[in-house]
């Protein structure tokens, strides 16, 4: 699925890959979804546009666990072109 923030210029904008894990690739019924996201844009904005666009995805939380080019990211983080954020939700076990 792709996914574009309204009023985008394409010179003003970034791609980003998103993968969905376990329970939140259940609920959207998808593995991947790219993001056009505007260049100053945050892990924080992306995530909020994924949960505004993607089907089910308004099921996720708002702050869910996120992993940026494979590292732990933080909301406020920036994103770069080309970027892949990992949706991780929590796993429970014993």
Do not use: K
Not at 16 to 22: D, G, N, P, T, Y
Not at 31 to 60: D, F, H, I
């Amino acid at each position: 699925m792709y996914c574009r923030h309204d009023q985008l210029t394409s010179a003003g904008s970034l791609t980003v890959r998103c993968r969905l894990f376990a329970r939140y690739a259940e609920i959207t019924g998808m593995t991947e979804v790219t993001l056009e996201l505007p260049r100053s844009s945050t892990v924080a904005y992306a995530v909020r546009l994924l949960r505004a666009r993607a089907p089910g995805a308004s099921q996720m939380p708002a702050r869910p666990l996120v992993a940026l080019n494979q590292t732990q990211a933080l909301p406020e983080e920036q994103l770069h072109d080309g970027d892949e954020l990992a949706f991780l939700p929590p796993i429970a076990g014993g």
